[in-house]
């Protein structure tokens, strides 16, 4: 009944109000489905221009407002029903009108904007030292980042025997990851063994001689007494020190097993069941990035210049008002211009308070 | 112009019957439902135009970074794209309750109405959980410039989109209760022009802000 009054006298339409035949639920439906349906396709395409290299680069920004735009159009049209009927001109110069004022407020402060940004003068020029410094991401506070990877290679060279501790995988400190079969080790300790043996054999028949010496009372008996108590005063030692060295080369097998040094998650392994290796090889055979450490450089307060790498520092972190975090400075670069040099400060990361991007602050050498 | 005489208009007091030149005024006043809705169109369009303020200011302060992390490193374009489903899906039902409505379907309108609900609540979760993961992470919105900017434009919009809702919840009460009374039908009207309003806002969002902030 509305419709046909409207239709017949061309009063004003509601914004937003129905337009199609009201009684009909499907046949409005499908003026809804349409507008779904392309809004639906329009956002699928902005989404898609996004991550590929479709489009020149610095064109996507335009192709998406276009996008944004016509969507806008959609919903418009197949949701509010707004339309360019005489019916429905009062509701069309109102959105005229808000978007005039849109295009003004968005357009004038890009514009007025862009324009002071170009006569600004750069702002190395106007900015004082200590500003200059910190533009340049070298202050007194820096952001704290995941701790850097540490290297670990294999002590001595031989074949990869075990290996464990796949890339990703999640590592404890002192976990195994690899073993490596060095001859050189195990001849060592083969060598150490017999070395022991024999001065220990040479110990008992000293021992033997000595206990038959004594039983004979004769004159010549007491002179080889003297001798054999020389040689035991001799060999006695050696056991000891066969012992001594048996046992290093035992400790040195040690060198063979490639551990863990942090806990922290697996970067990378260079090395694969089998493949023999040199000591020290380059590229190491893992790398381990810790998993409850974080990094931060930041420049050395003048009061503590002459701290330096080993050293550990009480520091702040801005997020974290109140607190304070020990941590170990792993290097300084030489000081710019009068301040402290640039330090690096690992520090452990408990709990995982600290987080990546937050600030930290150097503040006093630790106790 | 034989036809007008077949309805009756409400016509304004002294307007001589039979009057030339219907529409625009000239036909009688209009109907309270025009003029109700016209006023929340008005409405509307002001509450875009603050929001062009908060765009404005974004668009100015997307660089302004100050060294922390920027969009590429904070935006999930897939929980994006879940929200965008979730509030474009939920415009549609929220049309589906309006055809209910105009046919007083009390079953149908209820029913599309509450999905429009269920989906609004969907993306507000999800805007929910994006905000906490980056406050959590240290780029809250005192971070920068361009976080800023961001929370006060997105939170605006989530701020809108909570509004909303608690009027949904009024409105599926007042309609049960009252039925479809003209003024029930107008606020439904109404209601139907701000939801669809905010995911128009929503499509600018997700292409100038999420969009935009990733690709350039």
């Known amino acids: ?367 | 112009m034989t036809a007008t005489a077949t309805v009756t208009l409400p016509r304004a007091p002294g307007l001589q019957a039979g009057a030339e030149a219907p529409g625009h005024g000239e036909g009688g006043p209009a109907s309270t439902l025009v003029i109700v809705a016209y006023g929340f169109w008005i409405f509307l369009i002001s509450d875009i135009v603050m929001f062009s303020a908060f765009f404005a200011a974004h668009a100015v302060l997307q660089m302004a970074t100050d060294g922390g992390p920027g969009p590429r490193d904070l935006f999930d374009l897939r929980r994006v794209a879940i929200e965008t489903a979730c509030l474009l899906l939920s415009s549609f039902t929220c049309g589906l309750s309006a055809l209910g409505s105009e046919a007083r379907r009390m079953t149908w309108t209820q029913a599309a109405l509450l999905v429009t609900g269920l989906l609004g609540l969907a993306f507000l979760f999800l805007e929910m959980r994006e905000f906490a993961s980056m406050v959590a992470a240290g780029a809250g919105p005192q971070r920068s410039a361009f976080l800023s900017s961001f929370f006060a434009l997105v939170g605006c919009h989530g701020v809108h989109v909570s509004v909303g809702l608690l009027w949904l919840g009024t409105m599926m009460a007042q309609l049960f209760v009252k039925g479809f009374r003209a003024d029930i039908r107008r606020r439904l009207l109404c209601f139907n022009m701000f939801w669809h309003m905010l995911d128009i806002v929503w499509v600018a969002i997700f292409t100038l802000v999420y969009l935009v902030g990733v690709a350039r």
């Not at chain 1, 009684?23 to 699928?44: I, K, M, N, R």
């Open chain 1, 1 to 367: 009944m509305t419709a046909d009054r409207e239709k017949l006298v061309g009063l004003d339409t509601a914004p937003g109000a129905e337009a199609a035949q009201a009684d009909h639920l499907l046949s409005g439906a499908q003026g809804y489905l349409l507008g779904l349906v392309l809004s639906a396709l329009l956002t699928a395409l902005a989404f898609f221009f996004t991550g590929s290299d479709w489009l020149w680069g610095p064109s996507i920004p335009v192709a998406l407002s276009v996008l944004a735009v016509a969507q806008i159009g959609v919903h418009l049209a197949f949701f509010l029903h707004l339309t360019t009927a005489p019916d429905s001109v009062n509701n069309s110069l109102a959105l005229a009108f808000g978007t005039l004022i849109v295009a003004l407020v968005i357009g004038g402060t890009l514009w007025i904007m862009y324009h002071m940004n170009l006569n600004m003068p750069p702002m190395q020029e106007v900015a004082p030292p200590a500003v200059k410094a910190k533009a340049s991401g070298q202050g007194a506070t820096g952001v704290i980042e995941a701790a850097s990877p540490t290297p670990v290679a294999a002590k001595v060279g031989g074949v990869v025997r075990s290996l464990d501790c796949p890339v990703g995988a999640q590592v404890r400190q002192g976990q195994l990851c690899a073993t490596i079969d060095a001859p050189s080790l195990t001849q060592a300790v083969a060598q150490g063994e017999s070395a022991l043996r024999a001065a220990q054999a040479r110990v008992t028949q000293d021992q033997a001689a000595l206990t038959v010496a004594r039983a004979e009372r004769r004159p010549a008996a007491r002179r080889r007494i003297g001798a054999l108590q020389d040689a035991l005063g001799r060999d006695e030692p050696s056991v000891a020190a066969a012992q001594q060295e048996l046992d290093a080369a035992k400790a040195r097998l040690e060198d063979a097993k490639i551990l863990a040094p942090t806990d922290g998650v697996v970067l990378a392994r260079n090395i694969g069941p089998g493949q023999s290796v040199a000591a020290n090889a380059q590229p190491p055979a893992f790398l381990f990035a810790p998993g409850a450490a974080v990094e931060f450089k930041a420049s050395l307060p003048g009061s503590l210049a002459a701290l330096k790498a080993g050293d550990r520092v009480v520091f702040t972190v801005e997020a974290l008002r109140g607190e304070t975090f020990e941590g170990e400075i792993l290097s300084v670069s030489p000081a710019q211009g009068g301040e402290g040099g640039q330090a690096v400060v690992r520090a452990k990361n408990p709990g995982a308070m600290l987080k990546p991007g937050m600030k930290a602050k150097i503040r006093a050498p630790a106790e």
